[in-house]
């Protein structure tokens, strides 16, 4: 990742910056080109920002303030764009080791010595940048196109889209994409549940159909011979009483079904 050069100062021709910014992003190659990328957008962000003010203050007709807001949302569209685009570079640059990371001092290794990674100020960047950085590409990984949406919904509703807006709608998106998201519910909305009754019953149920088709005549030949075997083991006696109580379960559930 290599240092940030200077940004020449462009026309301040609105439609020109917005077009500069946009072929600049589109044709960058490196973390370098994406930061003028992103100083030509914010650039043209406050361009457009100064215009609306002006239109307003002139008491111009709202279609040249919307005229202006729809600039500026397409400046900060661009410059979210590079943004993105920063936080996948700085990222990669650090996986590299090219750049150094927060916990990581820079301070032992001589200043002639080439293998010190560069730090985010020497790239000319700010922590906080490269922190809302991360926040945008998150929140698009998150809910895609929300950037785009979040500044939609400012122009229909007639409102400025700031950066202010745009980045509490973000970081909301990103806070959502760290949430642990539930599963799908697969549970039919025309299943009715059952009475504490019905659920008594379907479990008797269960377990004689069940146990009816598991006692075929060779797995109860196999389970007497089983239980002879058992006969000195330590649990013995508590299988026999289980085996008892549920004979006696089983009779009288039969005698409801004789009484009917």
């Not at 020109?16 to 370098?32: N, Q």
Request: hydrophobic letters at 45%; zero cysteines; aromatic letters at 4%.
């Amino acid at each position: 990742m290599s240092l940030l050069a200077p940004v020449s100062a462009p026309s301040q021709d609105l439609p020109s910056l917005i077009d500069r910014a946009t072929s600049m992003l589109l044709g960058a190659k490196t973390a370098a080109e994406v930061l003028e990328a992103r100083e030509v957008a914010g650039l043209a962000y406050d361009v457009a920002k100064r215009a609306a003010r002006l239109q307003r203050a002139k008491n111009a007709h709202d279609d040249l303030v919307a005229a202006a807001h729809r600039a500026q949302a397409h400046a900060l569209e661009i410059e979210a764009r590079a943004k993105r685009r920063l936080a996948d570079e700085y990222d990669a640059a650090q996986a590299r080791g090219e750049v150094a990371r927060g916990s990581v001092r820079t301070d032992i290794v001589g200043d002639l010595n080439d293998v010190r990674p560069a730090t985010a100020a020497e790239l000319g960047l700010r922590r906080d940048e490269i922190h809302e950085a991360r926040i945008i590409r998150d929140a698009e990984a998150a809910d895609p196109g929300i950037v785009r949406r979040a500044l939609d919904d400012r122009l229909e509703r007639g409102e400025e889209p700031t950066r202010a807006a745009l980045r509490k709608m973000v970081v909301d998106a990103a806070m959502r994409g760290l949430r642990p998201q539930r599963s799908a519910s697969r549970r039919n909305p025309l299943h009715v549940p059952p009475t504490p009754e019905q659920a008594a019953w379907r479990h008797v149920t269960g377990t004689f159909r069940a146990f009816a088709e598991w006692a075929s005549e060779g797995n109860l030949v196999l389970a007497r011979k089983g239980m002879r075997q058992a006969r000195d083991t330590p649990f013995h006696d508590l299988d026999a009483k289980a085996i008892a109580q549920g004979s006696a379960a089983f009779t009288t559930i039969k005698e409801w079904f004789d009484a009917r």
